[in-house]
């Protein structure tokens, strides 16, 4: 049988070229400084194929602030560990409504509609504390393991800049531990959250760490993270609410599941194919990557992949 490796080279080195021509890149987020300061010129993409096959194309090995991305690993860790039961402390529809919004907690009785909006994905980080005491290590662990880059860690002082501006996220926690959706002391829980969202990694890294979505919920050493059906189930909301309020955009000129972070990441997924991590600060009005989801618009276009 031909070897698939490195099947998608040519279509990464063709979109990079015509990213470097985008003139409209969007602005990077400017909530905290260490963000405002990327350079939206930046754009990288890398694809990791089932079999660990990696490689990519610009900025692919430096890297980023990983921000929401970390949401995903967050979610398959709670998945493996507690199954069925989170679903009980959140939903999973598509909210339509930024990722910081507070506006649908109050109605639906402190549980947030989804796990990758910052509500939902507070009460993920939540239920990851309760149940091993160190929920950012863990991503960690889980990014290092999965990626085999040891190096992959929290950047302090993006952690400090993202408390110092905290307050939504703290109204949020706040908000649903009144609701008895919050178990985790809030200070506790606001500081492993940001620890989390502060984990620097690589497009390679990022795409090779997401790869068990792509292998059905198998790991890197061939065991099982998730069950083939938790893994589809993951892939499903990150398609219905990983781009937050353009989540429909998203899949209408993407169609794969992809889950956005305001570092100006984007990991996509192809089930049974590969795995793509894109990057470029550049933000549109709703917090995803310009170039990053004109790239991936451009990567199902012309290889006439997606989920649909
Ligand atoms: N650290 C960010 C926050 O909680 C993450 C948001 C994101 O990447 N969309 O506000």
Redesign the pocket.
Known sequence: MPSSAGRFREVIDRIAGEMARLTDRGSPAD?IPALAGADPGCFGMAVAEPDGTVYGAGDWRRPFSA??LTKVFALALVLSLEGESLWRRVGREPSGNP??SLVQLEYENGIPRNPFI?AGALVVTDRLQSLTGNAAERVRELLRVESGNAGIDFVPEIAAS?AAHGD??AALAHFMAAYGNITTPVPELLTA??RQ?SLEASCADLALAGSFLARHGVRADGSALLTRSQAKQVNAVMLTCGTYDAAGEFAYRVGLPGK????GGIIAVVPGVCTLCVWSPGLDRR?NSVAGVSALDRFTTLTGLSVF
């Open positions: 909530y921000q929401s990722f910081n910052n993202e939504r996220n959250y940001f969202c956005s972070g305001v570092g917090g």
